[in-house]
Structures are given as C-alpha cells and as structure tokens.
C-alpha cells in the first residue's frame, strides 16, 4: 500500500474556512476512507469519513461545520472545515478505513484567536 498523501493545511483565524485534500494513488471508488487528527494532547483520532458514500462525522465537536467529500475522478477526498475553532488545531492524516496504508506525513492545521 502506498501512504496516501494530505495536503491543504496552514495558518487559519478562527470562523474560517479551510479545506484539505487527501490523494491516493490509485481508484477510491470503492474505498471507504477516514480522516484523523491528531494533536499534542490527544492520540490520532477520527474527526469524519465517508463509508459507502455516505458521509460519517466521527467528532462531535465537529458536527454541523467540517463535511467530505469525494472526487473519484481525482483519486482525492476532501474535507472542508467550515467555522474553524482554536481546538480544531492539529495535524490531520486520512486512510483507508480497510486494509490502512501506512501513515503520510499528514497536514497541519493551526487555527489563532
């Protein structure tokens, strides 16, 4: 398996808007795929993925602001994070729900009061 590859990351006001990309390197028709993330006090943990194509948030405090979605034509899933929050800060991977590839390198999100 070849790590999938996350990008999009930066620095971010709180209230706004970022999106993130995760591309694979091959089909993800039918690949069911999670987004994680990770901070310094708390281990990788799920935020939201979309499973049989249908769009699952993981992390309540993200409910109502982050979404996925998903681009077969580009091999790539997004997740567009509305309404940003400080705690929304980490370093965010996604994966294979099934048969993980090993991790990528993962994209930073830093959001500033």
């Known amino acids: 398996q070849v790590p999938l590859v996350e990008s999009g990351g930066g620095s971010v006001q709180a209230g706004e808007s970022r999106t993130l990309s995760c591309v694979a390197s091959?089909?993800?028709?039918?690949?069911?795929i999670v987004w994680y993330r990770q901070t310094p006090t708390k281990q990788r943990e799920e935020v939201a993925s979309?499973?049989?194509?249908?769009?699952?948030i993981h992390e309540d405090s993200v409910k109502g602001r982050f979404t996925v979605r998903k681009d077969t034509a580009k091999n790539t899933v997004y997740l567009q994070m509305n309404r940003l929050k400080v705690e929304d800060t980490g370093v965010y991977y996604c994966n294979y729900l099934w048969d993980p590839a090993p991790w990528g390198q993962g994209t930073q999100v830093t959001v500033s009061s």
């Open positions: 091959g089909s993800i028709v039918h690949k069911d």
């Open positions: 979309i499973r049989n194509g249908a769009i699952v």
